[in-house]
């Protein structure tokens, strides 16, 4: 598809998701790069393309914006069939769901550049408070997930099979957090064996952050 032009920030994961995506389907995007640290997103102009004032947003050839990078994974999906990021039996579509949202709505909300920010100004956190509540959160569901990956036949290379999917993007997006984030991984074996499969795949590498023109 001619045209694309994605929103994002090379450190931000939800951008890795799309990212990710859209090398898997082959398909050429323009990077428009809006620095968070800077706050470029909460811009008038940035506004207008995404009123929620965050990133990823994918911009399409007729001007469609396209928000929330699970919708826009799935709508990738959707209109481009290969490769699949979703089985086609609804059980292991559930599965696979599943451990995405785990990821991107169970755990990476909590430690968001605005959530972490409202801590230290609207609650006094200093950077120890905001590091324990980061690896509080993740530790919540990383460890329920590693039990989940572990002890499931499902689980092949990947966290569904021997084909990276939907989980596997979000699963690889938020290791790049852990890791900015000093949070032990050691206790997630399987985790990370899933996590270097995904490293080693062109689609996965070439979206990782400092892989990209903003990175720093
Ligand atoms: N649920 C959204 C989350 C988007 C999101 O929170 N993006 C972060 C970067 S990963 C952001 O723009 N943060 C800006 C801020 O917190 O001010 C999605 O999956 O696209």
Request: aromatic share 8%; proline share 6%.
């Amino acid at each position: 598809m001619a045209g694309l032009v994605l929103h994002n920030y090379f450190r931000s994961s939800a951008s890795v998701r799309v990212r990710v995506a859209l090398n898997l389907k082959g398909l050429d995007y323009t990077y428009a790069a809006h620095h968070l640290r800077h706050g470029e997103h909460r811009s008038e102009a940035y506004r207008a393309v995404n009123p929620h004032a965050l990133v990823p947003a994918l911009e399409l050839a007729d001007g469609t914006v396209l928000t929330q990078s699970l919708a826009i994974m799935e709508y990738l999906d959707e209109v481009f069939a290969e490769p699949p990021l979703l089985p086609t039996e609804p059980g292991a579509r559930a599965r696979v769901r599943a451990i995405a949202q785990a990821i991107a709505c169970d755990t990476h909300p909590l430690t968001n550049l605005r959530v972490l920010g409202d801590l230290r100004t609207r609650f006094g956190a200093d950077d120890a408070a905001v590091k324990d509540w980061i690896h509080h959160w993740v530790k919540e569901t990383f460890g329920p997930l590693e039990t989940m990956l572990t002890g499931d036949s499902a689980t092949g290379t990947f966290c569904h099979g021997e084909q990276p999917g939907m989980a596997d993007v979000c699963l690889f997006a938020q290791m790049f957090n852990n890791q900015r984030f000093g949070v032990d991984m050691a206790p997630y074996p399987t985790i990370r064996r899933i996590f270097a499969a995904a490293a080693r795949l062109p689609a996965f590498d070439k979206a990782a952050p400092e892989n990209q023109p903003d990175a720093e």
